[in-house]
């Protein structure tokens, strides 16, 4: 029979007593602040962009079409996690707050 040294080992009752890290259906406050930041920026960024384009702000629509494009790199993650959040807020089968990266 093999030795087997259980100080160092992670029963069932360790992960008992630990507690959950989020409270009752409250997420993670930073990592969701962030993502409707992004949100909102990429927005207001992609819309810019478009009227900078039309009017030729910034000398040419260069300019314009750079900025719409990266307000459509903030857009993307910005709504997928805003998403996210919002259907484990509502309690969506399948979604959960686990599901948002930590920061």
């Known amino acids: 029979?093999?030795?087997?040294?259980?100080?160092?080992?992670?029963?069932?009752?360790?992960?008992?007593?630990e507690g959950s890290h989020?409270?009752?259906?409250?997420?993670?406050?930073?990592?969701?602040a962030l993502a409707v930041s992004l949100l909102v920026f990429g927005t207001l960024a992609i819309f810019l962009g478009i009227f900078?384009?039309?009017?030729k702000v910034g000398g040419?629509?260069?300019?314009?079409?750079?900025?719409?494009?990266?307000?459509?790199?903030?857009f993307i993650p910005g709504f997928y996690y805003t998403r996210i959040a919002y259907y484990a807020y509502k309690g969506y089968k399948g979604f959960s707050f686990s599901n948002i990266p930590p920061v």
């Open 22 to 32: 989020a409270d009752n259906n409250r997420g993670p406050i930073k990592e969701i």
């Open 60 to 74: 040419d629509t260069a300019h314009g079409i750079f900025f719409a494009i990266l307000g459509g790199v903030l």
């Open 52 to 55: 900078m384009a039309i009017n």
């Open 1 to 17: 029979m093999a030795y087997v040294d259980h100080a160092f080992s992670i029963s069932d009752e360790d992960m008992m007593m």
